[in-house]
């Protein structure tokens, strides 16, 4: 069974740093692509960014997170990142990571979803 598990998200003021993590099990992880996903109150669920399977040499991001966030694989560990930079309110959302063997870019497509985590920014 695929499970991705997210640890905590945290708060932070505008301008700050966090780094989400996503940990997953039950499949060969480098065979899978992933990707970061964001719900605010009241919205639909955005794609923030996603990379390729294997060594993650193809990246995409959202118009709103370029040159801030960054997504990255380690493979061996089996874990997902996002660091986020320059945080803004805006970002404040739900945070939840996602992987399928079908390359979904930024759609919420994925088959397997982690359960979500909390990311707040304040001004």
């Known amino acids: 069974e695929v499970q991705l598990v997210e640890p905590g998200g945290g708060s932070v003021q505008a301008g700050g740093s966090l780094r989400l993590s996503c940990a997953a099990s039950?499949?060969?992880?480098?065979?899978?692509?992933t990707g970061w996903f964001r719900q605010a109150p009241g919205k639909e669920r955005e794609g923030v960014a996603a990379?390729?399977?294997?060594?993650?040499?193809?990246?995409y991001y959202a118009d709103s997170v370029k040159g801030r966030f960054t997504i990255s694989r380690d493979n061996a560990e089996n874990t997902l990142y996002l660091q986020m930079n320059s945080l803004k309110p805006e970002d404040t959302a739900v945070y939840y990571c996602?992987?399928?063997?079908?390359?979904?870019?930024?759609?919420?497509?994925?088959?397997?979803w982690g359960q979500g985590t909390q990311v707040t920014v304040s001004s």
């Open positions: 996602a992987a399928d063997q079908v390359w979904w870019l930024l759609r919420p497509s994925y088959r397997y």
């Open positions: 039950g499949y060969s992880y480098s065979s899978y692509y």
């Open positions: 990379i390729s399977s294997g060594g993650g040499s193809i990246v």
